[in-house]
């Protein structure tokens, strides 16, 4: 069965075009209520959170007069990081848990993501039932079988606790001077308390949310500004959250940007020196190969999977691992929260940091980041490209010239007509050389 709305991040639009309309919040609030609660003896209870975009206040009130027609329990969260829908709707032994979020894009676009009972994802079979019922008539329950609101006030507090409680007990960050920036997103409130309240001298930026200047020229989207800050204050590191707090990069002292492989790279060299251990890492098909390479000499095993966190959850269970993520900063640390959790990815880096002596700087140095450049091709159509032997043999041409110092990687976007050609190596020139005459060769094919 196709999939019609979902995608491997829930469901995304662009506010007022289909799907994204209050017509297909409120159906889909109806159709998630009767699948999500089905098969459960429990009370039938949902979370519902949200970022800070001014479309999330009609989403809201539409997704949650779905649910409450389809007989469920809502319980309104008001602005969450996504991570924290996913800790609360474990800790309130909730049915399921959903943010409505576009995450780290611009404020024009809105989106749902689901959280089952256990805190992940949603599996296919759920998320294809659900597209099933959207399309259905909607038939209201009558007045004794309706689900009721209620608006939960101490949600915040509670994810601040979770937070510092991924930290060992008498941890704290005194003596550190940070700039946090919250994206004008979702972590606006909660970030800064659990900086603030373990004893760093935290300088915060973007944490004023007015419903348009969410990922607005701040957050992990636009490095600039906190490189520049951390720079101009003297801070020891900055930490850039994206708008619905699933993502977080850094800043050296610098002002250099320390993204999401780096972030991994040191959290697991961490966790490998320590009695625990790393026993493994999953990345992506864009994971840096100087990520792989460095695991590789600390004897840390690495697995790529496809892009999208679902695909690194799915290798973190399959092999019983912990650690993951992506270069965009989603990192996963599985033994803490069941997704990407920005605050908590920060603090595990900064425990290295503290436990080490060294600086972030001098701890990222430990990987050297490979020079990775992009093209996109536009296609008339989507095609399929594997069994294109003038591609095949070019991509081959160009990984005998990269000697084993690096690596071609072909990827059709999943949402529009384009091939995106990528390589990467030790050799910036060569790099670029082989990624043009690569996409050359493509648009020649199939442009």
Request: aromatic letters at 6%; glycine letters at 10%; one cysteine or more.
């Amino acid at each position: 069965m196709s999939r019609k709305y979902f995608g491997t991040d829930g469901i995304r639009g662009t506010v007022g075009e289909h799907p994204i309309t209050a017509d297909f919040m409120l159906k889909l609030g109806y159709a998630a209520g009767k699948v999500l609660t089905r098969n459960t003896n429990a009370k039938k209870r949902v979370l519902i959170g949200k970022d800070t975009r001014v479309s999330g206040y009609m989403f809201e009130a539409a997704l949650e007069s779905g649910l409450i027609a389809a007989g469920v329990n809502v319980d309104m969260l008001g602005p969450m990081p996504t991570p924290a829908i996913a800790y609360l709707t474990r800790a309130f032994r909730a049915s399921a848990g959903i943010v409505i979020s576009a995450s780290h894009n611009p404020v024009a676009d809105n989106g749902i993501k689901f959280f089952s009972a256990d805190g992940y994802k949603l599996p296919d079979e759920i998320e294809l039932e659900i597209e099933r019922l959207i399309d259905e008539p909607l038939t209201t329950n009558d007045s004794f079988n309706l689900g009721k609101a209620r608006r939960i006030t101490d949600a915040t507090g509670r994810y601040v606790e979770f937070c510092k409680g991924s930290l060992p007990s008498q941890f704290n960050l005194v003596g550190f001077k940070i700039v946090l920036d919250c994206a004008n997103g979702a972590t606006y409130n909660a970030a800064p308390k659990v900086f603030k309240e373990l004893g760093a001298h935290t300088i915060t930026m973007a944490n004023e949310p007015n419903g348009f200047n969410i990922n607005d020229q701040c957050g992990s989207t636009y490095m600039e500004g906190i490189c520049a800050r951390v720079v101009e204050e003297k801070a020891d590191f900055g930490i850039a959250l994206d708008g619905d707090g699933d993502r977080v990069l850094f800043s050296d002292a610098n002002g250099e940007v320390v993204d999401g492989d780096e972030l991994i790279y040191i959290i697991a060299q961490h966790r490998h020196q320590s009695d625990a251990g790393c026993n493994g890492v999953a990345g992506t098909l864009m994971s840096n190969l100087g990520m792989e390479l460095a695991l590789k000499d600390l004897g840390i095993p690495f697995l790529r999977t496809k892009v999208g966190d679902r695909y690194v959850v799915e290798a973190l269970k399959e092999n019983d691992w912990s650690l993951g993520g992506e270069g965009s900063g989603h990192v996963l640390c599985s033994d803490l929260n069941t997704t990407g959790d920005g605050i908590v990815a920060a603090l595990q880096v900064i425990r290295a940091i503290s436990d080490s002596g060294k600086t972030l700087a001098e701890l990222k140095a430990g990987m050297q980041k490979f020079p990775q450049t992009m093209i996109n091709v536009r296609l008339a159509k989507k095609v399929d490209i594997s069994d294109n032997s003038a591609i095949n043999a070019a991509v081959a041409d160009a990984e005998k010239k990269l000697a084993g110092r690096g690596r071609v990687l072909l990827r059709p976007s999943g949402t529009e007509p384009l091939i995106r050609v990528m390589a990467e190596g030790d050799d910036q020139a060569l790099v670029e050389q082989q990624v043009k005459a690569i996409a050359k060769v493509v648009e020649q094919q199939v442009g």
